[in-house]
């Protein structure tokens, strides 16, 4: 048995970039970027009115001044201002030459011969001066970023409307199970629903990534076996859940070597998750997740989600929120480092859910978190801070 630092460093040391491709802006969300985006154009690219009001000097806030134009955002503005004079100005349009402050519309008022005048005391001089977000050539977002819509709005805007980004692995999933059949299925009164090829799909598709389902092997050598084929057939990387403890039907490190996989590890002192397996071979890799649900997800999100991403060349750092124990949290055994599903309280503390192993399916719905105990840790007293792992991105 490994620790958990040594199984993330021996699979994500495993990991290579597949490769890039340009994609349409509108498709790149939850994508990686395989390039640099710079500024095309400083932004704004024109001393632009922040708000709906008057342009004119400063110098001449006090007096009447003369309308002598009005500036709609989007167009030009024809007029240089000389003293005692403005213009309407709406907010996002160009100031007109030979001014330096807008006033609000709210403090104006209507003056002799249809000049307005400033009621106020004191303005800002609300405009956004040219190049004050970025400047022309700028670096904007780096290599190995995760686009997100924020991204998406940076990238339209300096004009990058086919970003190289990095290519998603082709995910196989399969289920493993004598006991299991799929979710639309009736089943008898000794088989049980296949809860974990939907959530591990659910998973990877959070990832902007299509998986490919492959479906249920049975608790046999050929099931297994020939599963396997089809899933390696077709993919970067394989997610096959149960079948890897230590009954006498757990099947799949068997099929995996028969395959040309190499075992790089198949225990892991964690909990959830201790039976997790790692192969490679031939260019992909295989994951072996847990059979239990709880296991099965918990793994996904510590191990599978960072290799994932860094096949898509991101270095993935989870959320994590530091908040208060809003109660003690205790554990039975201390020899693996512990994950437990949490809420967190209205009230800014951290809160258990009704939890009672790896086995327990729905302890999960509703969970926004994780909290780990480590090594040798038994109890959390309530009032501790913790770190907690965001399970709900
Ligand atoms: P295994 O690792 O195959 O021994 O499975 C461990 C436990 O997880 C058993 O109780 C299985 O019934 C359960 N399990 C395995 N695969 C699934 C699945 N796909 N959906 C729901 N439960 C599963
Ligand atoms: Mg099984």
């Not at 290579?16 to 395989?34: C, D, K, T």
């Not at 020939?226 to 057939?233: F, Q």
């Not at 099929?255 to 039976?275: C, M």
């Not at 192993?357 to 913790?386: R, Y």
């Amino acid at each position: 048995m490994i620790s958990f630092d040594e199984a993330y460093r021996i699979a994500l040391g495993s990991a290579r970039v597949l490769g890039e491709e340009a994609v349409a802006l509108s498709e790149a969300a939850g994508r990686v970027l395989a390039q640099d985006v710079t500024a095309d154009a400083p932004m704004p690219p024109y001393d632009k009115a922040m708000v709906d009001g008057y342009a004119c000097r400063r110098a001449d806030l006090g007096g009447p001044l003369r309308v002598v134009e009005t500036i709609a955002a989007g167009y030009a503005p024809k007029k240089t201002i000389g003293p005692g004079e403005c213009a309407k100005i709406m907010t996002g349009a160009m100031l007109p030459s030979g001014t330096d402050c807008v006033f609000l519309v709210e403090l104006s008022e209507a003056a002799a011969d249809g000049a307005v005048r400033f009621t106020g005391t004191a303005t800002d001089d609300n405009i956004a001066l040219r190049g004050r977000d970025y400047r022309r050539g700028e670096a904007l977002i780096a290599r190995g970023a995760r686009i997100h819509p924020p991204e998406i709005a940076v990238m339209a805007s300096v004009g990058c409307v086919r970003p190289q980004v990095y290519r998603r692995p082709r995910v196989a999933v399969l289920a493993t199970g004598d006991e299991l059949v799929e979710a639309n299925q009736t089943p008898d009164a000794w088989h049980i629903r296949n809860s974990n090829g939907p959530q591990v799909c659910a998973q990877v598709a959070r990832m902007a990534i299509a998986p490919q389902y492959i479906g249920i092997a049975k608790d046999n050598a050929e099931s297994v076996g020939e599963c396997l084929s089809l899933a390696v057939a077709q993919s970067d990387v394989v997610l096959i859940s149960g079948g890897v403890s230590m009954g006498d039907f757990d099947l799949v490190p068997g099929g995996l070597r028969e395959r040309g996989f190499e075992i790089l590890f198949d225990r892991v002192a964690i909990q959830p998750g201790k039976p997790t397996t790692f192969a490679v071979g031939e260019g992909r890799c295989c994951f072996g997740l847990p059979g239990n649900p709880v296991s099965s997800f918990v793994i996904f999100e510590l191990l599978v989600r960072p290799f994932l991403y860094a096949l898509m060349g991101h270095a993935y750092r989870p959320l994590c929120v530091r908040m208060p124990a809003g109660d003690v949290f205790t554990r039975k055994s201390g020899t693996r480092r512990a994950w437990v599903p949490v809420t967190l309280g209205a009230d800014g503390t951290v809160r258990r859910t009704g939890y009672h192993g790896s086995s327990h399916i729905s302890a999960l719905c509703g969970a926004e978190g994780l909290i780990a105990f480590d090594e040798g840790v038994m109890q959390i007293p309530a009032g501790t801070l913790v770190d907690v792992r965001l399970i709900r991105d």
